[in-house]
């Protein structure tokens, strides 16, 4: 038997996900000879009626596409022109970290994009799965605009970005890498800005700080692995617990040094979230975490570790519900197929081929 590399491994997934009855899902990958007038994505598969976009705005600004619909970013060597989002859509890459992982994607291939934009007539739009990197430019990052919209599952390399007065934005299960940038969010700069209403930043991997002054209404499970010896975590939330602060001697903020509603931590020092609460100190934060690991991986915890508030792990790998919690490399919540094989000969019944998937949680 001999491996395949099939470009549409994503739309068979795509076709075994269960979506809405009147969702339509849309393939886009930017080798595709999209042009809009003559071609359509004929060289992988594409058709007038159903193209394969080589970009996503040429996906946003097709007049079939409507909010509610699914576009499935598929991987690339090549990054992905901006996107500007102006319908309410679900954007879906294949993950990240796909070569150190099992079990993640025929083809290792992640979907890089460096600038999304969830501009007007976004609002309720989610992206997962997508490779946030720096492509050299300053303005390179996400923007959140508009309300209620969900960055689940992403690498991150840039900041994200929050809009003046918006209320809704739930930032959970992503990888926040030390690549560019100090901060996990940013301001427009704007001297009237007023700080967005109702974020949440659950089960995160976080490399870098989360210093902001608003409000951040949950922060639950997440791993904080920024500088050392620098602030860390600088914020007032109403619900802070199950997170790990790794960094040695980084100092925190919490609604302004209260340590207000901060419960079930663990740090590496007693000054930073305290001993009581069910606050605990692991002075040597290596005999916490796995001893080895992927990229991700390695933020797992050892066994026996303290319990969370709900009885599961700490940090951004616990959590009751599993779909909620970090999922390696970021993979969609829909069936992913990891091995496409076929002996390349034809038989009376077609060409026999053989898939390997499982289902993401």
């Known amino acids: 038997m001999r491996k395949t590399k ?28 999209y042009n809009g007038t003559s071609l359509f994505g004929d ?11 080589k970009e996503v705005n040429n996906a946003v600004t097709w007049s079939a596409v ?21 319908k309410k859509l679900v954007i879906i890459g294949p993950g990240y970290f796909l070569t150190e992982n099992p079990k993640t994607s025929n083809n290792v291939l992640d979907a890089k994009i460096a600038q999304v934009l969830f501009n007007a007539g976004s609002s309720g739009s989610q992206l997962l799965g997508i490779n946030n990197v ?12 508009v309300n209620d919209v969900i960055i689940k599952r992403c ?15 739930t930032i959970v299960q992503n990888f926040f890498t030390t690549a560019t940038g100090a901060n996990a969010l940013r301001t427009t700069g704007n001297s009237f800005y007023v700080y967005p209403s109702n974020v949440v930043f659950n089960n995160n991997i976080c490399q870098r ?14 791993v904080f692995d920024g500088p050392a010896n620098a602030l860390n975590l600088q914020f007032s939330t109403s619900e802070f617990k199950n997170n790990i602060l790794k960094p040695v001697n980084a100092s925190t903020s919490i609604n302004g040094g209260s340590n207000l509603n901060v419960t079930y931590n663990t740090g590496s020092t007693a000054a930073q ?28 915890l050892k066994p026996g570790s303290a319990l969370g508030s709900d009885g599961t792990e ?18 969609a919540p829909i069936p992913v197929i990891y091995t496409i094989t076929t002996s390349g000969v034809a038989g009376a019944s077609g060409l026999p081929v053989t898939i390997e998937a499982r289902t993401i949680k």
């Open 314 to 331: 700490r940090g951004a790998f616990g959590g009751a519900v599993a779909s909620s919690s970090y999922t390696l490399s970021g993979l």
């Open 134 to 145: 720096s492509a050299g430019n300053t303005g390179d990052r996400i923007y959140v605009n």
């Open 155 to 169: 690498r991150i390399e840039n900041e994200i970005q929050l809009e003046t007065a918006i209320d809704g934005v």
């Open 66 to 86: 409507v909010n509610g619909d699914t576009l499935h970013l598929e991987g690339s060597t090549t990054i992905y022109a901006q996107a500007v989002i102006t």
């Open 43 to 53: 060289n992988l598969g594409g058709t007038g009626s159903f193209p394969v976009f």
């Open 273 to 300: 979230f305290g001993t009581t609460n069910n606050n605990v100190v692991v002075a040597d934060m290596t005999t916490l975490f796995v001893t080895t690991g992927t990229s991700d991986g390695k933020y797992q």
């Open 6 to 33: 099939l470009f549409f491994a994503l739309t068979v997934v795509a076709a075994l996900a269960v979506e809405k009855a009147d969702a339509k899902i849309w393939r886009v990958n930017n080798k595709s000879n």
């Open 209 to 222: 700080t989360l210093i902001w002054a608003g409000s951040i209404i949950q922060c639950n499970n997440n």
